[in-house]
């Protein structure tokens, strides 16, 4: 588990690497603002996107469980949370082809993981410079 925490921090860090590159170098720290405040809106909205997915599972709505976790499958895989990412992508799919999947099974499994999620994102939001992480919760 630990060495799957040191491998998000990486991919993370790595990440916002690539956006202060994007964005005129490490010194200008843009990479770091857009990242902390992308991770911000994850996660404030997180916990809303999961109990909107959820009704339309439950509801069995193809249309909105496939745009939905779309959307949830381009946060996540921008997180680094790939298996997350891989659990959306497998709805997405299934609700494209109107596929009879349990997605209130598959919402379940990521339920699970979605808290872990937050705690090592916050945590590794107060480990930047300048940064005010929200608290976990």
């Given amino acids: 588990m630990e060495q799957e ?40 909205t997180i916990d809303e996107r999961m109990g909107t997915l959820a009704t339309a599972a439950r509801n069995k709505d193809h249309a909105q469980i496939h745009l939905l976790s779309h959307q949830l499958r381009g946060s996540l895989r921008t997180l680094g949370a790939h298996t997350l990412a891989d659990t959306c992508m497998t709805m997405e799919d299934g609700a494209r082809l109107t596929a009879d ?12 993981q979605i808290p872990v999620l937050k705690s090592e994102l916050a945590a590794f ?3 930047l410079p300048s940064t005010s992480a929200p608290p976990e919760g």
């Fill in 101 to 112: 999947m349990d997605y209130e099974g598959k919402l379940e499994e990521m339920t699970d």
């Fill in 5 to 44: 925490k040191t491998e998000q921090f990486s991919f993370l860090l790595g990440m916002i690497q690539q956006l202060n590159d994007l964005f005129g170098g490490r010194e200008s720290e843009i990479g770091v603002r857009v990242f902390v405040e992308f991770s911000q809106v994850f996660l404030n």
């Fill in 125 to 127: 939001l107060r480990t």
